[in-house]
C-alpha cells in the first residue's frame, strides 16, 4: 500500500477518535445538567481541533495527489 493512502488512513482514523472523544466528553458533561454552554464550548473545540490538526494536512495532501498526477499525466 502506498505510503500516502497509509497516511490518509491515519488522519481518518484520528478524526474518528476526536469526534469519539467529543461526544463522550459531552455526554459525562450532560449527565443529569442541562448545560448548553458547557457543551457548546466542548463541540466548537472539537471542531477546531479537527479542522486544525486532520483537515489541513489532509488537505494539503490531496493537493500533492492531484498535482502529482497532473505531472504524470502531462508527462
Known amino acids: 500500500m502506498d505510503k500516502k493512502m497509509k497516511s490518509i488512513g491515519a ?3 484520528a478524526s474518528a477518535i476526536i469526534w469519539g472523544v467529543v461526544i463522550l466528553v459531552c455526554s459525562v458533561a450532560l449527565k443529569g445538567t442541562e448545560c ?3 457543551i457548546q464550548n466542548i463541540l466548537v473545540g472539537g471542531v477546531v ?3 486544525i490538526l486532520i483537515w489541513g494536512p489532509l488537505g494539503m495532501i490531496f493537493n500533492k495527489i492531484k498535482e502529482n498526477k497532473h505531472e504524470d499525466s502531462v508527462k
Open 49 to 51: 481541533t479537527h479542522i
Open 36 to 38: 448548553y454552554d458547557k
Open 11 to 13: 488522519f481518518t482514523i
